[in-house]
């Protein structure tokens, strides 16, 4: 069996593979530099056992007093240092070469990596672990520096070595050359099936769960808060020892079955030695081998084993760096879901008028449409709430007007331009969103704020937080503007986070702007503020309000009722309540229901006291 006949087994192979070849193509002149210095060290390695048998027949054969076998010995000794001198310098150049080559490659890898995960869908990003995606990338960049090291100062070295020797044995003994040659191939052979059908399965599994075990750390971690509010860390324990007990498990099968593989290996290397010395004693006993050709083929034979031995452990190292590369490279080979069109252009929004034109879109697999052929008109400057019962299709209107998602049909225009066919990235900057929970980086709160207009001056970045009604609170902070507001924003409260997201959308200052209304589980105190700070950024722009408390949206232009993906009602507050039977009537009506019966226990209890 041919590495090629090897590689071409499994698809594994052939994906990790011709993904690293393509990065080495990157780097053509190099990688072909590192490839000869290696072949040609190692020529000089098979050359070497030769010069030795020569020094040892010019030693056995005469006295060092006659010129003859003096300069025999020393024109065999200045080979050898010479052929040593040769292997040190061209390893140093290739060591030197393959360092260049493969940290360029690791960082490619990385910002590629990284470049798609920024780019995939939010299904994506919502049905993926961020511990797990990181572990995966940075596994994989650490086994192509192996994999590099394997296959470039390995199994290439390896390969020239074994056709090298087998080919200077062969000319000198045939038989003895035949029998090398043999041995070697099945040394191989055995060595590759091992890795390929035995070990690489085991593995594969046991990646996978490594990649669990990332996960379930990072996701009880990041619900750290959590777990404490609910005493759970006990729970939290056993939950993930379950899962590193499986982890375990599959280690150490994968584990105990390389240590099959390694004997396996040892006790073929072992039958190959015994042949091999075997054919050189019988060479010697029938006259056709004298003592310099003996040391020739010991010297040969060991340089060899020393490298097939070796092959067993690179096999391995291929076999375990193809395994952890498999999930990198499976993630470069996944679609990024919304792509910018080939001919797609920055879009410029100047007035903000938003147009549905018999829209159709359906979820991923999903056969029924959650929109179908729905149309309606934004008008510029208009403020918009969008109502109905979770599920209804709210979200997805604005991640649409995002294109966060691609619609199966019609189109959405913004100032009569086509969102599909502008760039993505000139879109979104046009387009402030305040989200429910506001997701901050744990960078510093100018920073965060500064986030829509990295360019921004501290003055604006002021101004913006003024706006906002976050100025105060910022100022009373030990390090103001520059202090470090922990993972997503840990460090401050709701209001507090809620009002530097409304602080970064004034900064943005973009002409469409969408509220996802959150207000309802703050104070009373942090709640006026904030609607304070809204009703400052709606001033002058398309907004979108998602309404949840409806007693929010009172005083927006017009309301949208949603009901299963169908604008089923329209029009303002007061008209939308005069309506008998409707569903915004019926949402409004509870709403103030259960804020009275909320009302009613303090009520009782003011008058008890």
Known sequence: MTLLTFFGRGSAFRDVLGFTFKHWRRQPLRASAIAAAIIGATLADVMTPLFSGRLVSAVAGGSAHEPAAWDAAMSAFTMLVALALVTVVLRYFAFNGITVLTLRIMRDVAADAFYRVQRF??????????????????????????????????????????????????WYWPLLGLAVAVGAILYITLTLSLSLGFVAPAARLANSWDTRLGGALADAISCNAVVKAFGAEAREDARLGRVTAKWQARTDR????????????????????????????????????????????????????????????????????????????????????????????????????????????????????????????????????????????????????????????????????????????????????????????????????????????????VAAAELANAHDFIAQLPKGYGTLVGERGVKLSGGERQRVAIARAFLADAPILILDEATSSLDSESELLIQEAMERLMQGRTTLVIAHRLSTVRALDRLLVFDRGRVVEEGDHAALVARPNGIYRRLFERQALELVRGLQPQDDALRAG
């Open 254 to 461: 994968t584990w105990r079955r390389g240590t099959v593989n390694g004997t396996a290996q040892m006790s073929m290397l072992l039958v190959l030695r015994a042949a091999v010395i075997g054919l050189a004693v019988l060479f010697w006993v029938e006259g056709a081998a004298g003592p310099g050709d003996l040391a020739f083929v010991l010297t040969s034979f060991f340089v060899l084993q020393g490298y097939l031995r070796e092959i067993g452990q690179h096999i391995r190292n291929l076999q375990r760096s193809v395994n952890d590369m498999e999930e990198l490279v499976e993630m470069h080979r996944q679609p990024l879901g919304v792509v910018d069109a080939p001919d797609a252009r920055p879009i410029a929004i100047t007035r903000g008028r938003i147009e549905f034109d018999r829209v159709t879109f359906h979820y991923g697999a999903h056969t029924t449409p959650l929109y179908r052929d729905l149309s309606l008109v934004i008008e510029a400057g208009e403020r918009v709430g969008l109502v109905g019962h979770s599920g209804s299709g709210k979200t997805t209107f604005v991640k649409l007007i995002q294109r966060l998602y691609d619609v199966s049909g019609g189109q959405i225009r913004i100032d009569g331009q086509d969102v599909a066919q502008a760039a993505q990235a000139s879109l979104r900057t046009q387009i402030a969103i305040v989200q429910q929970e506001p997701i901050l980086f744990h960078r510093s709160l100018a920073e965060n704020i500064a986030y829509g207009r990295p360019g921004a001056s501290m003055a604006d970045i």
């Open 121 to 170: 869908s939010t299904d994506w990003h919502a049905n993926s672990f961020a511990g797990s995606t990181v572990r995966k990338v940075t596994r994989g960049m650490w086994a192509l520096d192996l994999l590099d090291d394997t296959i470039l100062l390995a199994l290439l070295p390896a390969a020239v070595m074994l056709a090298g020797t087998t080919v200077l044995l062969g």
